[in-house]
């Protein structure tokens, strides 16, 4: 964990002008570059921390006005996870979720919905260290969230989702329909309503449950586009 | 219910195509000088277009949804007519455009057609769906056989050897894309911005390799070969006798327009007896010898039955009936009888809805094939884990690296670029794909790394007491409950305390997380029960405690 930047030095004019940040992201070379970008955006990175229980530790150490929380932090809590522990001690604090799915119910299922207000932000949507500052000011209010926006959703229902995720950890169609109780053909026809809801084809030449992963992988922000 | 996607298909379509071509250009006056059979394609062709054209119209309407469901038998067998009839219209229409002989009339031949398609379009999808069925059953009991062959711990050690073999490729796959950078002089360093396109390219090329390299292996590995499939069915029962009854029913009529009355049933009592024969053979012998024989029976039966026109040809010269244009259409009639008869056994033979059938087809698939299988779905599953860890270090890294680096580019900050172009250079060197490894059979070090990273929100407290070690499957599966029963603890009970318990028996660990959530009357989502009901068929539960929280207790096999 690295030692914050700013520490009690900081006068009480400067503290209103800039955003207090703290940065969850468990891969110590991007936590490391992010926390150098958001600082060049004027932003006061009060922690940078890889694990929910430095995370607890540094919210309650520092005031903190936004954390910036990566969805993927390995087994365990997720940053929605995370999220609910900071907000349990902090009704106040901005979220920001970073991450590469495109929803959030495509890491797993059986998850908490985002905490009030937080921002969801999608790693491919965000093209530079300026528009991830943007996604910060709106999640503590500085700045407007149009309609709809930064919430990450993929047009599929949680038993869709669920399938999809089944079938990217390597499960077969027969073990899927033992784990569901349903037929096979059942599922066939559940991941083809998939595969369409995605906007892939499939030509008799190729194999669909390959273009479901493939979709997956593009949905996670991963390699495996056609 | 009759072939689902297949009841309206271009695949059946084509299918049937030269039958079509046959039956205009084989028994119509107009065509049966040889110099006419080009004119006859081409008529036969335009003619089955508009077979076509009706198909397509009603695959975009009554059978739209024939993909999800199966189409009625019925609805198929009137679409397959009217497609027929609407190409004997073409063909009397295109007959007394050119004024060419046609004997009968629209109505005999409208009513013809009708037969015609109302048989061959169900038939044609029953066929595909029969060989669609059994592909995929056969992919199925090939899937079973290897998820048993994967949990063996014999194939761990290939599994270890296939992860270092696919690292040391991605590596030098990045080093050779990150040639550009690598070459960089330290004395003579080059612009940002030809640091941010190079960057952009080592990360597309990164990731371009690494896409193309992982799909095309798994399209390659997820792909029967069609020889597995004829070699399934062939071992079975490669010949079937029901065949005869519709070729018979639809063979009398058509020979009809060219022999005798009696001349046709000598005919057809000939092909039946000739049919039966060879196939009785060949269906007794292909379960009583070796595999490799059992093909050699199966051909040299397809060969005898596509010969049976010679027999024909002998009999009907033996009653002095030859045909009006010697012996080409008995022997073409013939050859149409034997190719019906033997794909149509064949697509019998695939049907899987008899137990007998999957049991042979099990039988049929080698130990061979189940071991390639199995170490091409242990080698997909870890290429599959490398790309995901990868992308989740290696890319974002370097995206991150990119970032700074125009950032630096936007500031002016040289000294900022320099360090970013430099840590894009350590990355492509220092061994980052190398994932975590971890021991799968170790589920202690597993569930203490769970308690770890919910440290900090909620407390977790971890008792193991196995006396052997599990095997990497048991593992796995013991790590999903435990993992959805902290999950469901958390967020659903918000439980601030968990006690985890393992306690290896004979051939059982039983797995018992207690929590102090509160729950009234604890259930579990559906998704968490259908997990549980999936491991422990059955044998779990969760109860409320008195004080509050509750217990999930979960009894599994090893």
Known sequence: MELPALGARVDHNERMQRTRVLLVEDNDFTRSTMAASLRAEDCVVVASVSSAKEAVVAASDHDVDCAVIDLHLGPGPTGIDVAHGLRKADPNIGIVLLTSYEDPRLLSGNQRPLPEGAVYAVKNDVRSTAQLREKIDMAVGKADRPVGQGLGYVPLTDTQMELLRMVASGLTNAEIARRRSVTERAVETALARILRKLGVEADSGENSRVLLLQAYYQLIGGPGGR | MIGGRWAVSWQSYAFAYPVSVGFIVFTERAFGDT?????????????????????????????????????????????????????????????????LPSEAALSQRLLYGFLLGA???????????????????????????????????????????????????????????????????????????????????????ASRELSEDLWREARKDSRVHVTQIIRSAVFYRPFSYWMLIPIVAFGIPVLLRIWPTQTVVIVMLVLTLWALCISGIANTLVVRVSTRTALCVYAIAVGLLLMSGVWVVVFVNWLGSQAPDGDRLPLLASLGFGIVYTTGGLAAGTA??????????????????????????????????????????????????????????????????????????????????????????????????????????????????????????????????????????????????????????????????????????PSLPGLGSQLFDSIAAGEWSLTPQAGGGSVLSVRMRT
């Not at chain 2, 695959?59 to 609805?75: K, N, Q, S």
């Not at chain 2, 949990?151 to 590596?171: C, F, K, M, N, W």
């Not at chain 2, 909620?458 to 006396?467: A, C, D, Q």
């Open chain 2, 352 to 521: 899987t809805a008899r137990r007998e059938t999957l049991d042979s087809l099990r039988a049929s698939i080698s130990d061979a094939e189940i071991q390639r299988a199995a170490i091409a779905t242990e080698e997909l599953r870890v290429r599959r884990e490398i790309a995901t860890a990868l992308h989740g270090n290696w890319s974002g890294n370097l995206t991150a690296v990119s970032m700074r680096l125009q950032q630096a580019i936007d500031k002016g900050d040289s000294q900022a670029a320099n360090e970013a172009i430099y840590e894009a250079k350590r990355l492509v060197e220092i061994d980052m794909v190398r994932t975590a490894q971890r021991d799968e059979s170790d589920l202690q070090a597993i569930t203490n790394a769970l308690a770890a990273a919910w440290d900090g929100l909620v407390s977790i407290r971890v008792h193991l007491n196995l006396r052997e070690s599990l095997s990497p499957s048991t593992t796995r599966a013991a790590e999903d409950v435990i993992i959805e029963g902290i999950n469901n603890a958390v967020r659903h009970a918000d439980a601030q305390n968990i006690t985890i318990s393992v306690e290896g028996v004979p051939t059982d660990i039983e797995i018992t997380i207690t929590d102090d959530g509160h729950s009234a009357t």
């Open chain 2, 119 to 205: 048989t061959i379009v169900p038939i044609t999808a029953w066929t595909l769906a029969s060989f669609s069925n059994f592909n995929e059953e056969r992919r199925r009991l090939v899937e079973e056989l290897v998820h048993e062959q994967a949990s063996t711990h014999s194939l761990a050690t290939y599994v270890q050897a296939v992860r270092e073999g696919i690292l040391d490729r991605i590596q030098a796959a990045v080093r050779r894309s990150g040639g550009a950078l690598l070459a960089m002089d330290d004395g003579n360093t080059p612009s940002p911005s030809e640091g941010v396109r190079v960057l952009d390219a080592l990360s597309q090329a």
């Open chain 2, 35 to 99: 110099s006419e059979w080009l004119m006859g394609l081409a008529v036969s062709t335009v003619a089955y277009l508009a077979t076509g054209g009706v198909l397509a119209i009603a695959g975009a309407t009554v059978l739209r949804h024939r993909r999800e469901t199966p189409a009625p038998i019925f609805v198929v067998v009137v679409v397959g007519g009217i497609a027929w009839m609407a190409r004997s219209a073409v063909l009397k229409a295109f007959l007394v455009a050119r004024d």
